[in-house]
């Protein structure tokens, strides 16, 4: 990867297993990084305060958490009244996009990035897209990113005056989550530190078995690494 | 241009002369239009009021009016407390990307058009780039707007799903100011609803010398259609 040299680097930081490890990725190769997270109206909105953990745990000082309103569009069972799926058979998920595909997020979080990496100045960002997370997701997909990185670099001063210096990393595109725990414990990141779940209760307990929950349990099964989340599923 | 044949399309609608005259042409080719705009931290937020009436000109019932804070990130004479610069010869405006423009703030609207589109649904967006104003802002090229549709139909579940199907529709693209005002006269725009100007007074009548009314003035000379702005300029 190519090293940051003390570069500005903006985050996308959920507060989950994959943008912790993001965040990881970034500082191991020379980023200085800021975050960037989101309060738009998701239901496992307690997903920030681990966001927060997270990045006090990895001393990032520039933490910013926008409000969006993305509830007022709704569309997605983690921005509208709509329940989340829940399953026991996580090699059984089910096909196509699913219901927790929050309308065109990605490209609204990614988007923010860019206005704030245009004042930052910022021309790196991350975005913990992964193997697993594309099967479904349309907008976290490597042919979205390079789309949007493409975008990026047409519509910004920084990137029509810097060249295309834009770059938008994705560290755990072909990782699947066994790979990326293994690679996190690596560089240390505490997991214990994280939430995954789509719907997790108000302690942020998760459900453990949405797919989100079921994904992550997998991932930690197989890279053989104690899972350290507290589950209040009862099944 | 396609025949929208009453299919849905999303405008974004500033409640300048440039967005009204575009909801005429959207409305000219059959599309059912529906509104949306912005409340971003601008200084000239009273074209709100613009965009209100405009609306309602065109007899739209949908128009949504987003609240976002781009004045968090400012960078822009529109966002932060920096002076919209003022000139008074139109043919020498300062080059290069103007003080006026704010950071990604057209990816950050067509992103939630995205979004909207989503659950409407909508797949056809409308946005009044034009000639004159993509000249200094990045975000105005057709470049820029290839790249974003490009973009939009692969982050996108309509855009996956309907296979390549997301538009972004510039009529304006290719047209000088006086020649939108010319096509929106023959439409029956009414641009005495509209405002341009960056620096408005808080009745709303514009400034005069900031480079969007400069803009505008000659638009209507050249047009030869009496400008109905009510300019507060006493030089």
Known sequence: MEQGTNKNAIILLSGGLDSATCVAEAQAVGFNVHALSFRYGQRHSIELDAA?????????????????????????????????????????????????????????FL????????????TDFFIGVNALDYS??????????????????????????????????????????????TRGEALGVNYGLTISCYDPDN???????CDSC???????????VVDPTLYIDIS
């Open 136 to 181: 479904g997701y349309p907008d976290c997909r490597p042919a979205f990113i390079e789309a949007f990185e493409a975008m990026a670099n047409l519509g910004t001063q920084a990137g029509v005056e810097g060249d295309g210096c834009i770059k938008i990393h994705t560290p755990l595109a072909n990782m699947t989550k066994a790979q990326i725990i």
């Open 52 to 108: 927060v953990r997270v990045a006090d745990h990895f001393g990032i000082t520039n933490h910013r958490i926008i409000d969006i309103d993305l509830r007022q569009f709704g569309g997605s069972a983690l921005t509208a009244d709509i329940d989340v799926p829940k399953a026991h058979d996580v090699d059984n998920l089910a096909e196509g996009i699913p219901i927790t595909y929050v309308p065109a997020r990605n490209t609204i």
């Open 214 to 224: 079921l994904l992550r349990k997998k991932g930690f099964a197989e890279a053989g």
């Open 111 to 122: 988007s923010y990035a860019l206005a704030w990496g245009e004042v930052l100045p910022a």
């Open 203 to 209: 302690t942020g307990a998760a459900c453990g078995s």
